[in-house]
């Protein structure tokens, strides 16, 4: 290496570092890195907001998706096959958002039914996230193999409990149990050696973007008249 190239190398060392070292600089100019997560969590109100913030930092629009509960999701009309694409529009029309992985906690509050809110703030742009409890169960359903050779199938049905307050699973303290009742036409019939699995709990979700986003609908451009 001469000794020019040398010293235009030499020169764009701290740039890069500056480039390594903060990332909001991928969000002033638009490209924020686009990077899978390794480590997701819904199991408490934080684990959920940081997969949530972490997925809007490295653009991981499907932990984006997932991270939202299934209430958000039907009242803006998001669904997992169009929701990039309404990803990029609410980044449009709340820019805030492309920020909001580097946002730091100012607080927190209880909201209803138990939700925690958190209050946060990310370069000067202050907002607030509603992390909810929803109950869920998942169960595999055995479907034996039509020919000999053949390997059974699974069929899987599950829902989430949609009413964060809803108690659907019960302790039996005496008993050293917890009783739940399943409701789900996919059920009828079911025998107890038709069950490959069965799996109940509890997952934090994102319920509301408060004070940022109302909704994601597509908004109605008004006709221009002659």
């Given at each position: 290496?001469?000794?020019?190239?040398?010293?235009?190398?030499?020169?764009?060392?701290?740039?890069?570092?500056?480039?390594?070292?903060?990332?909001?600089?991928?969000?002033?100019?638009?490209?924020?890195?686009?990077?899978?997560?390794?480590?997701?969590?819904?199991?408490?109100?934080?684990?959920?907001?940081?997969?949530?913030?972490?997925?809007?930092?490295?653009?991981?629009?499907?932990?984006?998706?997932?991270?939202?509960?299934?209430?958000?999701?039907?009242?803006?009309?998001?669904?997992?096959?169009?929701f990039e694409?309404?990803?990029?529009?609410?980044?449009?029309?709340?820019?805030?958002?492309?920020?909001?992985?580097?946002?730091?906690?100012?607080?927190?509050?209880?909201?209803?039914?138990?939700?925690?809110?958190?209050?946060?703030?990310?370069?000067?742009?202050?907002?607030?996230?509603?992390?909810?409890?929803?109950?869920?169960?998942?169960?595999?359903?055995?479907?034996?193999?039509?020919?000999?050779?053949?390997?059974?199938?699974?069929?899987?049905?599950?829902?989430?409990?949609?009413?964060?307050?809803?108690?659907?699973?019960?302790?039996?303290?005496?008993?050293?149990?917890?009783?739940?009742?399943?409701?789900?036409?996919?059920?009828?019939?079911?025998?107890?050696?038709?069950?490959?699995?069965?799996?109940?709990?509890?997952?934090?979700?994102?319920?509301?973007?408060?004070?940022?986003?109302?909704?994601?609908?597509?908004?109605?451009?008004?006709?221009?008249?002659p």
């Amino acid at each position: 290496m001469n000794k020019s190239m040398f010293l235009r190398a030499l020169a764009l060392l701290p740039l890069l570092l500056s480039l390594q070292s903060c990332c909001g600089l991928y969000y002033a100019l638009g490209c924020a890195p686009e990077q899978k997560l390794t480590k997701v969590s819904y199991d408490s109100p934080k684990e959920c907001l940081d997969s949530f913030l972490a997925a809007i930092q490295f653009g991981d629009t499907r932990v984006i998706y997932e991270s939202l509960g299934e209430d958000f999701k039907r009242r803006n009309r998001l669904s997992g096959l169009g929701f990039e694409i309404a990803w990029e529009r609410i980044k449009r029309d709340s820019p805030w958002i492309q920020g909001a992985g580097e946002a730091r906690i100012k607080g927190v509050r209880t909201g209803t039914g138990g939700s925690q809110v958190f209050l946060l703030e990310a370069f000067g742009k202050p907002f607030r996230i509603e992390v909810a409890r929803y109950g869920f169960w998942e169960l595999g359903r055995r479907i034996p193999a039509e020919e000999p050779g053949e390997l059974e199938e699974i069929s899987v049905s599950g829902a989430y409990v949609q009413e964060p307050t809803k108690i659907w699973a019960v302790p039996d303290p005496a008993k050293g149990r917890v009783v739940a009742v399943l409701q789900n036409e996919e059920l009828e019939d079911l025998r107890p050696e038709d069950i490959a699995f069965l799996r109940l709990g509890w997952t934090w979700r994102v319920r509301n973007l408060l004070g940022a986003i109302q909704n994601a609908k597509d908004r109605k451009v008004p006709r221009s008249h002659p």
